[in-house]
Each structure stands twice: as C-alpha cells, then as structure tokens.
C-alpha cells in the first residue's frame, strides 16, 4: 500500500529495449496498477441501477402529466437520446434525470430553507436549481394550464422533506 492505495505488482520480461527507458532486451520491469481503476462491473448492480432509472423517469412523466403537461419517457435500452421531452412554451423540451441515494445531498442541504439554488462553475453557465413542485407551477403558470382544485404543494413538498430528515 502507497500513499493510500491499494496496489498490486507484476512484472514481466521485456523483450525489446524500452522506448522509455532504453533499458536492455530481458530487462525485468515493474508495473504498478491501482486497483481502484480496476473496475469490475456486476451486471445485476447496473440492471437495478437501470431500473431504478427508469422507474424515476416514469414517475416524473407522471408526475408531469398530472399537472397538465404532455411529457413522454423517449429514453430505453440501448437508445442515447433524451429521457424525457415536454412540450413547453411551444417548443420540445428534452429533459434527463438522475437519481442518486446520497449523490445531491449537498445541493439538497444548499436549498434549505431556500426556494431557488443557483450553482456556477468557473467559465460555465449559471444552473438554476428548484425543488420540482415550484418548476411545475412556474411552467404551468407560463404555459397559461388551469391549476384550478391542485393546491400549491410547497406545504406538502416542506412536510415530506422533513418526514425523509428524520428517517
């Protein structure tokens, strides 16, 4: 172990000189891999990853359709392309979603007590990050949808955030 890494150590007979090194035909030479970029994949890892995937995306197109807007899921397997598209503002809006269990803990901790987060990394656009329920109101309140019987759900939105905190 080195410097915190794990390692692991091979060598193997060279049968030229080394370009590198110009070292004589036959020479040992030593070669260090870090384990850690030695990935293996699991396939039923990535298959319940996928899956959880698509499940988040059903669930805001449903989401997104209950509050008036003609989302689709364009995304499946093996297609590299948008996960969602929604109509907005006359224009196609193409839309991807992630999902991580603790993967946005700091941006969720940032919008705190917050209603809009905006982020910017150096020479890059400014982000805006909102909580969904205010995105759906702000683009339904653009796109002109009666919002009559569908109250606002900040109240709900606070309670559920604090119910998942406590867990």
């Not at 080195?2 to 080394?18: C, L, N, P, R, V």
């Not at 946005?104 to 990050?129: G, H, M, Q, S």
């Not at 009559?148 to 709900?156: L, Q």
Request: aromatic share 6%; with cysteine.
């Amino acid at each position: 172990m080195t410097d915190g890494k794990e390692e692991h150590t091979s060598t193997y007979a060279q049968t030229a000189k080394a370009e590198a090194g110009g070292e004589e035909a036959g020479a040992e030479v030593q070669v260090v891999f870090d384990l850690r970029q030695l990935t293996v994949h699991d396939p039923a890892k990535k298959r319940a990853s996928r899956r959880k995937g698509a499940a988040e995306e059903r669930a805001m197109v449903r989401y997104l359709q209950a509050r008036g807007f003609a989302a689709e899921k364009s995304s499946r397997a093996g297609y590299r392309g948008p996960d969602l598209t929604v109509p907005l503002l006359g224009i196609e809006r193409v839309v991807e979603v992630k999902c991580r269990a603790n993967g946005f803990r700091e941006l969720y901790a940032w919008l705190t007590d917050r209603d809009i987060l905006i982020v910017r990394a150096n020479r890059r656009e400014p982000l805006c990050i909102l909580p969904m329920w205010l995105a759906s109101e702000i683009a339904a309140e653009a796109e002109g949808l009666a919002r009559k019987g569908i109250k606002s759900e900040r109240a709900f939105a606070s309670t559920n955030d604090r119910e998942l905190s406590n867990a």
